[in-house]
């Protein structure tokens, strides 16, 4: 069959996080609903004591910089690549597809489904597999966690979304941030659990990451993101002890579905995709309980659980 723009375009633009949705069909407040639709670590990384001034005043110039060495160090980032602070990785994944002109772009699904709804709004033509201008891809994927290697990865534009890379930073890509062409996608939000605070990186090509840069104006990550970003970033035990607490809960939460008859179909430490015969059904099992699942439009058999705070084991085997 050929190729077409958008019969073969991703599902639905779906997300998980929607509690909303599920208070108005389940009832409930948001505070006794337990949401593990996101793969975002429960136990957060503790918020500094902002200052006033991390407030009132415009982001300054030096706490960027301190921000943007931090990442480098963090991520090991080669010399030649740029990088670039911005409001969260979705505000990057919008913009991307300006950085060339559209003719088609492979994005292999299933995958986070907001990198082809843009490449579609700039006018790009998606492809699953085959040649292509650019390429995308997510890695670890989600939902499934596949892992990419450099060698499927030769497009003249080529955006690696490692968002949820930091649960595995042996298996980065960010070597590849040094070509030509290249632009990897960090996410501050997973790993270390503020999504709210609104934080990702661009790294890569410098003439394209001096584009982004330029579309984006000045000040876009705010004062208190910045102060907390650097912290992050530098505290390296913090990350190694949340990689193992990471490991350790993976491993409980497939212990525990498994045994209510799923079967593990792929992910990472941070979320876990199972599945099991009818995944709606499971959905609405656990959202009884006010614990919220995800489950996606392209697939009867698919459900995505993120990992469990500590106080909320019990619960969640007792609605399973």
Known sequence: MPDRPLDNAPPPRDHGGNLSAAMAEFGGTRSGWMDLSTGINPHPYPLPDFTAGDWGALPDADALAELEHAA???????????????????????VLPALAAPRWVQITK????????????????IRDKGPAEARVVVHPNNPDGRLWSEEQLTSPLTIIDESFCDVCPDQSLIRMAARPGVIVLKSFGKFWGLAGMRLGFAIGDPELIAKLSSWQ????????????????????????????RFRQDAARLDELVLAKGASLAGGTDLFRLYTVE????????????????????YSQTFLRL????????ERLEAAL
């Not at 009818?278 to 439009?297: E, G, Y």
């Open 110 to 125: 299933p995958t986070y489904n907001e990198h082809a709804a843009a490449f579609e709004a700039h006018g790009w033509m």
């Open 306 to 313: 993120g990992l469990p705070p500590s106080d909320g084991w």
């Open 278 to 297: 009818d995944a709606a059904a499971w959905q609405r099992q656990l959202a009884r309980a006010h614990i919220w699942s995800r489950i996606f439009p």
């Open 217 to 244: 104006g000045p000040w876009a990550v705010s004062g208190p993101a910045l102060r907390t970003g650097a912290l992050a970033l530098q505290d390296r035990s913090w990350a190694e002890e949340t990689r193992m």
């Open 72 to 94: 480098r160090a963090f991520w090991n980032i080669p010399e030649q690549a740029a990088v670039l602070a911005a409001p969260g990785a979705s505000a990057l994944i919008a």
